[in-house]
């Protein structure tokens, strides 16, 4: 089976716009998770979507949102960049069980300039 | 909340030799589960092992093996033999037992094997 697919790999935007990540699961997997990656914070869970809702929502501000799709594909967007919003995002999918092993894709590298 | 704690940023090993990362965590929860996620430089993160904490025996995977102290809150993971493709930051992991895939993640080991 394919890995979990993250696109772009690589994105700069400038403080105050938005941005749109994608997520592709593994087939057959109904969860995604999202997680945040910074030097300082470390890995931060963002939140989880099993078939079309989002079952879990971590401690980030509003402006950090994200969708699912029919066929489990996930989205995720944050308005009103900020510098602090650099980061590597993480996505991971699961069967969705509710604790399930995840699998992690490559990760999108989001540079706020 | 539930802490996840690396004391240890660094660490080194000899290729073919043994090395234990050491990982506490609290909690008050009876009923949860904790990994070894292993995220090699420039490469996505993968699972290393899993442990669920209603198990006393520990788990093992080929090379690697834990020693979990539910007393004690202590979730160590042992690399036997080490190998240069072990290199990698090495993440311990908490999640409760009916969590929804929140996990909290300690800081890192970063490992380096040398040859």
């Known amino acids: 089976k394919a890995g979990v697919t993250q696109t772009p790999r690589y994105l700069i935007k400038t403080r105050g716009q938005q941005v749109t990540l994608s997520c592709s699961p593994i087939?057959?997997?109904?969860?995604v998770s999202w997680y945040q990656q910074t030097p300082g914070q470390g890995l931060q869970f963002l939140f989880e979507?099993?078939?079309?809702?989002?079952?879990n929502k971590g401690n980030f501000p509003g402006r950090f949102s994200g969708r699912q799709f029919s066929n489990s594909r996930s989205e995720m967007n944050v308005s009103t960049l900020e510098l602090g919003d650099s980061a590597l995002y993480l996505c991971?999918?699961?069967?969705?069980?509710?604790?399930?092993?995840?699998?992690f894709g490559p990760g999108t590298r989001l540079t706020v300039l | 909340a539930q802490t996840v704690t690396q004391s240890q940023p660094e660490m080194s090993v000899q290729e073919a030799e043994t090395v234990t990362l050491s990982c506490t965590y609290d909690?008050?929860?009876?009923?949860?589960?904790l990994f070894w996620y292993k995220q090699p430089p420039s490469r996505q993160m993968i699972l290393v092992i899993r442990?669920?904490?209603?198990?006393?025996q520990n788990a093992t995977e080929n090379r690697f093996s834990v020693n979990f102290q539910k007393a004690a809150k202590s979730f160590s993971l042992k690399i036997s033999d080490s190998q240069l493709g072990d290199t990698a930051m090495y993440f311990c992991?908490?999640?409760?037992?009916?969590?929804?895939?929140?996990?909290?993640f300690g800081a890192g080991t970063r490992l380096t094997v040398k040859p």
């Open positions: 442990q669920e904490a209603y198990k006393q």
């Open positions: 979507y099993f078939s079309e809702t989002q079952r």
């Open positions: 991971a999918s699961s069967p969705g069980g509710r604790v399930d092993t995840q699998y």
């Open positions: 087939s057959g997997h109904r969860s």
């Open positions: 909690t008050s929860e009876s009923n949860y589960y």
């Open positions: 992991a908490f999640m409760k037992h009916v969590d929804n895939n929140d996990m909290r």
